[in-house]
């Protein structure tokens, strides 16, 4: 249902924003967060932007697809970033990352909603031949890429995978990692970072953060990127619950689609076993007292103790029991009514809220998304309806920026950004 589908000339005016936006961040077959700031393409953006285009472009949806899953690693791995061409704007670049494969890349994944987006595209696909086609040619490497996850980020059979970095999560300076990353040691090179050329300092991530996040990046490549040696020697590692729920429903996911499409493959059951053994441990990253799931520091077994809208995200896995489910959705009522609009990634009544600094309290609207969604699908309509109408007001207020502002609605980072204006077309218009 889309309770804000009203036919005015300002939604009309948008959807034709919306769609230029991604028209002019296409950099032909893949698109570009936005220019300047983020010039290659993103694993987790790719995915939710193919939800745009698959609105008015669907043959270029499945091709951004595509683009994406050529740059995966022969052991299964997608890469968080893959660098198709040299840009001056961004650092760290390939050379910094220094992984040797066909396509440039770097050397750890981000949040794996691409197998979710597949199943939504052929589902809703207005062409369904060429769609199942389409999908029949990357279910296999869906089902590597969800193998990789399993196999190398949980090589002792927990059920909860591990991650190396703050990018791999997509939430970068959240606050969840606050402690983990104070263990990893600064790294020892000069740099400058590009970043701050485009966007306010007050916006971003500081620089002892990134000091970390690029010793992380150097300890990688000394480690020539052996998946043993990063396991055991890792001086950061973190059960985050937004990756932990994101491969799970995308695991189901593909369990569905292999249904849809009659495929019969073996390595689905050892998926199923990984659902079952993930839905079994994720009791343990819930806390009593908050009644919330956290992250969880994996080097010292304590949970990352802020309340984050990743936590939220176990509800669009289905991972959540019934008691747990009616204790999100207070919640996620009580966090809504904190700030002017919708979840903000860091809950405001939080000591290191930050309305403005990326992940410590902005808006993401992807997130609300996948928040809104989980909703729905367990039945809590009226939470999912006001996730919506508050999303909506802020693109009508601010347009596409990269996040907004909790307190007042303001666009934040980059402007004219991919993912923004595709939740817009495939959710809010
Ligand atoms: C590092 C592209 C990406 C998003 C992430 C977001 C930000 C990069 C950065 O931009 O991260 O990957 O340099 O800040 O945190 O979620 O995928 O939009």
Redesign the pocket.
Known sequence: TNVNKVNSSETAALIKKAKETLVANDLGGYTV??HGL?PFQ????SAITALGWKHFNEPRAWQEIEVLLDGQWDNGMVP??LFHQDSTT?FPGPDVWGSDKRVKSTSIS?PPVVASVVKDMLETADDKTFARGKAESLFSSLVDYHLWWYKERDPLNTGLVVSYHP?ES???NSPAWDEALAAVPCVDWEYERR?LGHVDSSQR?HKSEYDRFLFLVDFFKKHKFDSEVIFNECPYKVNDIGIIAILHKGSKDILALGETLGIQDERLDYIAERIALTQSAISTLWCPEAQYFYCRNVLTDTLCKVRTSAGMLTLFAGLANTEQKEILNTKAQQWNAASQYCIASTHPEESRYEPQR??RGPIWLHINWMIALGFENEGFQQTADKLQSDCRALVDLSGYY?YFNPETGAGCG?KD?S?TAAIALHWLL
Do not use: R
Request: charged share 15%; aromatic share 40%.
């Open positions: 967060p936005t983020y993103w694993n987790w953006d968080h970033i961004y981000q990018w997509g939430m970068d970043d991530p990326y992940w990269e980059g950004f993912w």
